[in-house]
């Protein structure tokens, strides 16, 4: 992940200061917005994907607790629709599914979610492992970490977390003129980052 080097709530402090707006913006509004830019860059535009080996012997039930698979610091943790990949102790790639394929597919090797954290595995022949990859994206961003976890964006790209904030701060205070240039400005820096990535993505094969 991307870190740029500045604290979310200094971050934050400095738009605070910088922007002309009527009203006071509660904090958690703009961690929120903070936080809608993190998730969007890391879920939709960049591929940063981490691999482990889970051993199954070692749980009870085929049924890996999402909340036990490694990440890095400042990563949050990982839900069903970060995981990429499952493959089989023979590398024989897993297919998503639902619950109820499991039984309707009973020749098929299957992996899908309990809903309650769960990976479930759904297989012909009993693994003693299975490798995982899965999305990597940052914590979400609140007010009791503000002060602990840096922006997890390029610091030249900064400044598109800093429009959407803008934008949005000022449609809450009926200021729709700025909210409109603030949140096309973002838009913009938006489609700049996407080609940016492509490179970015081709450069590192991912």
Do not use: C
């Not at 607790?65 to 490694?70: A, C, E, F, K, N």
């Not at 769960?118 to 961003?141: A, N």
């Amino acid at each position: 992940m991307y870190d740029s080097g500045i604290k979310a709530k200094d971050f934050l402090d400095a738009l605070d200061q910088e922007a002309d707006i009527s009203i006071d913006i509660p904090r958690d509004s703009m961690l929120r917005w903070l936080s809608t830019v993190e998730q969007f860059v890391y879920t939709e535009v960049l591929k940063e994907y981490v691999r482990t080996t889970v051993d199954l012997t070692s749980i009870p039930v085929d049924v890996i607790r999402l909340d036990t698979l490694p990440v890095p610091p400042g990563a949050a943790i990982p839900v069903y629709d970060d995981v990429i990949r499952v493959y089989g102790e023979e590398g024989q790639e897993l297919r998503k599914s639902g619950a109820v394929a499991g039984y309707e597919f009973p020749d098929y090797d299957l992996y899908y979610a309990d809903y309650n954290g769960g990976l479930v595995l759904h297989t012909r022949i009993e693994q003693s492992k299975v490798t995982i990859i899965y999305r990597i994206r940052p914590e979400i961003k609140i007010t009791d970490n503000q002060a602990v976890l840096n922006v997890a964006l390029p610091v030249e790209y900064l400044d598109m977390a800093g429009a959407k904030i803008r934008g949005e701060a000022y449609k809450i205070a009926n200021e729709d003129g700025l909210a409109a240039k603030w949140l096309a400005d973002y838009n913009q820096q938006v489609e700049n980052f996407k080609v940016w990535a492509v490179s970015r993505n081709e450069r590192y094969g991912l």
